[in-house]
């Protein structure tokens, strides 16, 4: 039997879809603001620009343009988002950067293309740039790297921008969020993982039967490489045991209710597992949203007063659902959690598996669990 065979987890999945994955805005950008900000140092941009990734990859990125003063330094990389039909494939990613006085640290601006957060519940404050956290720590780290091999400190404004961006950016959700002006710069691995739902699904049937094979009780469907590290560190599994299920709760669900196993986690984003708990199978943006009337309802169930109810059903987003019932010591994660586990229950019918749910932040935090049932 050949390695290709036996091999398993969320890796051998996505090699498994046979198609080519991309690279996100927050590892172009990060790829631009590193070549600028050598630049800017040297006098020289490095065509092709080489950055690390948050998993230990070390891809290349030629630059599409370049500009250096005595004030700044630009350079744009070009997004390819691979066979993944991402509205960003093909745009041009624009970092400038400036010098700032020793102790400044890295500042990050919005320009043109890129959005402004102008409303609660997101995981940046009101009035910063749409960079998300990640892609921020990818270029903090960078241009700490490229200041030391200069010997000065990493002290550097950092402005991201996105040709054409505020156009692309009403095929988004991000005007409904509050993410007004333009894009979002996202990724938490620089990796683009392309989307096919029959190559997905078809892989995470792959990964159960694998997981069979090697004689696994236990597994676990993760919804990203966040929840899989959660499940991880709270169950020890092994790389066979892990479902890349994405988006595709279902699609976990019927495959485990015809090839059963004696334990499943389930284990996602809060938001997404609360579509889960209120019936969804299909986790994706395009196909189901996140019901605040729900979420409100399950918050009564947990204590929560008529006020906090409304609050909750007006809430921007899940997250500040969770936040706004956190703060109130309503157990809203731990109540969707095992909403979760009950649709999924309901989905398995019967079949001789039992079930768990783990709800997370962004940032990997379990924020609710349910008991195995």
Known sequence: MSDKTVRGGRGAQLEHTGLRPGWTTGACATAAATAAYTALLSGDFPDPVTITLPKGQTPAFALATEELTGAYAMAGVV??????????HGALVRATVRRLAPGAGVVFRAGPGVGTVTRPGLPLPVGEPAVNPVPRQMMRDHVA???ALHGVGADAEVTIAVDDGEEIARSTWNPRLGILGGLSVLGTTGIVVPYSCSAWIDSIRRGVDVARAAGRTHVAGCTGSTSERTVVAEHRLPEDALLDMGDFAG????????HPVDRLTICGGFAKLSKLAAGH???????SQVDKGFLAALARRGGADEALAGAVAEANTGLAALQLCQGAGVPLGDLVAVAARDEALAVLR????????????RAGNVVGRSPVA
């Open 350 to 361: 019967g079949a001789p598996v039992a079930v768990d749910v783990i709800c997370i932040d």
């Open 145 to 147: 790297a490229v200041a």
């Open 79 to 88: 997004k390819d988002a691979g066979d993944d039909p991402d509205v960003t």
């Open 251 to 258: 699609a976990v669900l019927k495959y485990v209710r015809r």
């Open 281 to 287: 199978l299909d986790l994706h943006s395009a196909r």
